[in-house]
DNA sequence: CGGGATCCCATATGATACTG
DNA sequence: CAGTATCATATGGGATCCCG
């Protein structure tokens, strides 16, 4: 069964506690490459291929193994179709359609602030200066 | 100024582009504290101390480069408040607040729907089977 | 109290080439 | 087409100890 770690009271899930799996999920959809996975999957079903244009600079094997974990977690599925050449369809689950929407609010939020994040380089700090 | 990174006819940015300067951005939301320690922030501006016993098992030192770098790009402020011991204190900046929310959906996601997630190992695939 | 300085490791990420 | 194999690098993350 699913591990809870609710807070001293209540039962829910809190992905502040130490131990909640949440952790992991969260991880998994923060993944370099994650979010925008999926959100390559939102409109329709795609092929490795497409996937792979679409996610500019990601290598097969960066985006194979991040396909495959959210597969493990049950966001997509990945389907082989017999032909010649064979062709594997990628497929977001309810889950994963789920998970697209705040991930999709991310990215556009991301987008549309872009003008307003800083680029500018090391605030200098050093050692906390103590008071005498 | 900022590099705009579109994809042919319109000029917003894209962070399915390459060299979308988002990308760092949406990396920098996705540290694996990022997304927790904005929102122990939502609330009110919190001390160090307080942050880290929030985030259950961040080290100091993590923690440090977690604020640090979204300090860096303008989602939150450091203040040194003159004091023995000296205090400082965390506070989300007006675009910090603004990431707040798309990362709060996505924490609340994760957490309403950890029971839907399937924690099964590997699906064993092996080499793509080739059609004769 | 709020870190910095170091050391260390796992693993995420990459570039490239090759294959069923 | 959809990967796997290999090699290389980076760096995020962690543990510990120390300091003003």
Redesign the interface.
């Known amino acids: 069964m ?1 591990v809870r770690c609710g807070s001293g009271d209540h039962p ?7 131990l909640c ?2 952790r ?4 998994a ?4 490459w ?3 996975a999926i ?2 999957l939102e409109a329709e079903p795609q092929r490795f291929t497409h996937i792979q244009r ?4 990601v290598s097969p094997k960066v985006l194979t193994r991040t396909l ?1 974990q959210l ?4 966001f997509l599925t ?1 389907t ?1 179709i ?3 050449p ?1 062709r ?1 369809e990628y497929a977001l689950t309810e ?1 994963g359609r ?2 697209a ?3 999709a ?19 200098e ?1 050093g050692p ?4 005498h």
């Open positions: 699913t829910e899930h809190d992905v502040y506690a130490a799996p949440g992991e999920v969260l991880e959809l923060s993944g370099k994650s979010a925008l959100g390559a679409r996610l500019q600079g495959r597969e493990q977690f049950g990945r082989v017999p032909a010649v064979v594997v889950l789920g998970a929407q705040p991930l609010q991310l990215r556009t939020w991301v987008e549309t602030n872009m003008d307003s994040v800083r680029f500018q380089g090391q605030t700090i906390t200066q103590r008071i």
